[in-house]
């Protein structure tokens, strides 16, 4: 006997696949997720911002993640020698949420996937799409293959590809495009976070500024782990030499605020070097499917986008999803494209200002302003969709003009 054809395959147990799969299960669709990897798996994109605990609430998986006791995340911190910039959540321009989660990954996606199994979502893990064929009207057929080499085939209406780095649809349909961001890579680890001090801004996520092009990151966990990375310019990130480990632990050198607080810390596993992390694609939907999350665009983890990029993406994809499943005609274009595109649009001047050394100077310095910080804070938040946030609105030109009358103070002085 023949599976019924789906109303939504969705390719990808992530945040963005589960967010989407929540919210269609709850409006009566057929579904079905296909993911590749065995739960847990490690996987990286360890802070969140505070605009996806709305997306996380609409779905109905709040209160599952609230159970697990992460470390929650208020704000973040930025250094660059002496200088320190502290932004509060509590303190944004954009009415929200005023706190999220710091979360080791494999554990925070186990809990989603563990939720929606208990909802009576149907989740095939270790299941590897190999082809994706589509009619005229959008409808398809999935080609599937598990671990022991045995295919399948699944119909569906509409495919959701929430595959986040695997990039499965863009991969199979050539939809790679040159990326927004210069060529980046990181490479990180986990540590048993021995050395953390006392204090209350001891769990703080902070971003150490090496240099303009380069910067460690710090994550701490509840569990009493702590995720460490470097992110620079390929070329640069190229220059250490060695093993994996020598090369991370030659580059937390470069550290004076942490280099004592991790020396002597095993690291938990060999670093992974990711490279020339930012992606793209020249389209984000075409006719029955969408693409949500890294599958789509992504950017650099300064700003710590992803997770937001991709549970925004993916929910607003179940909505439109819905309604095309009940008979409505949806303009993908204005409805999705666009709309994600403006979002991703002012991170990307974020992401961008910050490596010309912009965003730098403005963070070190401007954000003595309160109502400039709370503007600049809202972004960080992932409010990047709020208009009359001035810094969203005007985002190219403002983080431009505020540099340049920065310059101009410097000089003066």
């Known amino acids: ?29 057929r579904i079905q997720i296909v993911e590749k990897n065995k739960f847990p798996r490690f996987v990286i994109g360890e802070s969140l911002l505070p605009r996806c605990m709305d997306h996380f609430e609409e779905a109905g998986l709040l209160d599952c993640l609230k159970k697990q006791g992460y470390e929650i995340k208020r704000g973040a911190r930025f250094l660059k020698g002496d200088q320190v910039c502290n932004f509060d959540f509590a303190d944004t321009f954009t ?41 005229k009207d959008g409808s398809s057929i999935t080609t599937l293959k598990d671990t022991d080499g045995k295919t399948s085939e699944i ?11 695997g990039r499965v649809l863009p991969r199979l349909l050539n939809l790679d495009a040159p990326p927004r961001i210069p060529k980046h890579s990181s490479i990180f680890t986990h540590v048993r976070d021995i050395h953390r001090p006392d204090e209350s801004d001891a769990t703080l996520i902070t971003f150490d500024v090496i240099n303009t092009k380069t910067w460690l990151w710090v994550i701490p966990f509840s569990n009493g782990m702590c995720s460490i990375g470097y992110v620079g310019e390929t070329r640069y990130l190229d220059s250490f030499k060695g093993t994996q480990e020598e090369k991370l632990r ?42 949500t999350g890294n599958s789509a665009e992504f950017l650099d983890p300064v700003f710590s986008s992803g997770v937001t990029f991709a549970t925004e993406s993916g929910l607003l994809a179940a909505k439109l999803a819905t309604r095309q499943t009940k008979g409505e005609t949806i303009d993908w274009q204005s409805e999705y494209a ?19 050394g912009n965003l730098q100077k403005i963070f070190f310095k401007a954000t003595d ?13 992932g409010y990047v969709w709020d208009e009359t946030n001035p810094f969203v609105k005007n985002h190219d030109r403002l983080v431009k003009t505020l540099a340049k009358v920065i310059d101009m103070e410097n000089a003066s002085e």
Request: hydrophobic share 40%.
């Open 95 to 135: 009415e929200g949420w005023d706190w999220t989660w710091q979360v080791p990954r494999d554990h925070f996606d186990n809990t989603l996937t563990n939720e929606l199994e208990k909802k009576g979502v149907p989740i095939s893990f270790e299941t590897e799409v190999t082809a994706v064929t589509f009619a």
């Open 250 to 291: 030659q580059m937390m050198q470069l550290s004076d605020h942490y280099y004592a607080r991790f020396k002597d810390c095993p690291f938990e596993f060999e670093p992974v070097t990711l490279k020339n992390v930012a992606n793209s694609v020249t389209q984000f939907f075409g006719k029955g499917y969408a693409l």
């Open 338 to 356: 666009d709309y994600i595109s403006r979002g991703v649009t002012v991170f990307s001047t974020y992401v961008k200002e910050w490596y010309t």
């Open 1 to 29: 006997m023949s599976t019924p054809k789906l109303d939504v395959l969705l390719i990808g147990a992530g945040p963005a696949g589960c967010v989407a799969a929540a919210y269609l299960q709850q409006q009566g669709l």
């Open 369 to 381: 302003n309160p109502e400039i910080k709370r503007q600049i804070c809202s972004v960080l938040a």
């Open 155 to 165: 119909e569906a209406n509409f495919i959701i590809d929430a595959s986040g780095h």
